[in-house]
């Protein structure tokens, strides 16, 4: 077998065992806190487009139960209820693409997240468990980011971005098309344009997806 195709089966294999543990583990405690995370990442990107589009952040919050809500009144509606579920998942992708690129130091880059996390919720978040989950899981990452090798580095910031894009396109499923009752971002841009929910579900999930598609031939390209 030709060294290319040999590289190619074992990323095939990696990403599958990747998602197969993933799929198994999802609703354990080991996966838990990278669901937070995401659901964080969520909030911070309505908090980000709020402030982007001339509005303000009042409070974010986030609950054990994987939920959370920002507070963030002003700016472009449209926008910045759109920017929760693309936002984890364009975070994704960014953490994803930081851990192909070669000349990247990734250990930097899990600490600049560490760090941004940390900020960002003694900033933002005002609920008691937002705030001890954002210091402790940032102030974690700024740790391991030191004490790990290059390698394992890169293979964290894939996990991480991955387990974002994934999530948010679960997320959506989950809180859009299964329950549109729910008032979720997409509930509540149906209200404002008068269009139901589930086509917002549909239109966030095709971007997801054809992102999704986009890093997997980008990663599948350098194997």
């Not at 936002?87 to 880059?109: F, H, I, N, Q, Y």
């Not at 008691?128 to 964290?156: C, E, Q, T």
């Not at 809180?175 to 589930?198: C, N, Q």
Request: hydrophobic fraction near 55%; charge should be positive.
């Amino acid at each position: 077998m030709k060294a290319a195709t040999k590289r190619k089966a074992s990323f095939l294999a990696g990403f599958a065992l990747y998602f197969g543990v993933l799929w198994i583990l999802w609703d354990t405690p080991l996966v838990y806190p990278l669901k937070i995370f995401v659901v964080l990442l969520h909030e911070i990107s309505h908090a980000l487009v709020s402030v982007a589009t001339g509005g303000t952040v009042e409070r974010i919050v986030l609950d054990p139960m994987q939920g959370g809500a920002c507070y963030c009144p002003g700016g472009n509606a449209l926008l910045t209820l759109s920017a929760g579920y693309l936002g984890s998942l364009g975070w994704g992708a960014l953490m994803v693409e930081a851990a192909r690129a070669k000349r990247v130091p990734t250990r930097w880059v899990n600490g600049l997240i560490g760090s941004l996390v940390v900020l960002l919720t003694l900033a933002f978040v005002r609920s008691s468990f937002g705030l001890v989950f954002g210091v402790l899981f940032g102030a974690g990452l700024m740790v391991v980011s030191r004490r790990f090798s290059p390698d394992k580095n890169r293979i964290l910031l894939m996990s991480l971005g991955l387990t974002s894009a994934l999530y948010a396109i679960l997320d959506i499923k989950s809180d859009v098309l299964d329950r549109p009752h729910l008032e979720s971002d997409a509930f509540m841009l149906g209200e404002i344009t008068g269009t139901p929910t589930e086509l917002w579900g549909v239109i966030w999930i095709a971007v997801a997806l054809a992102a999704s598609v986009v890093l997997f031939r980008r990663a599948w390209r350098d194997a």
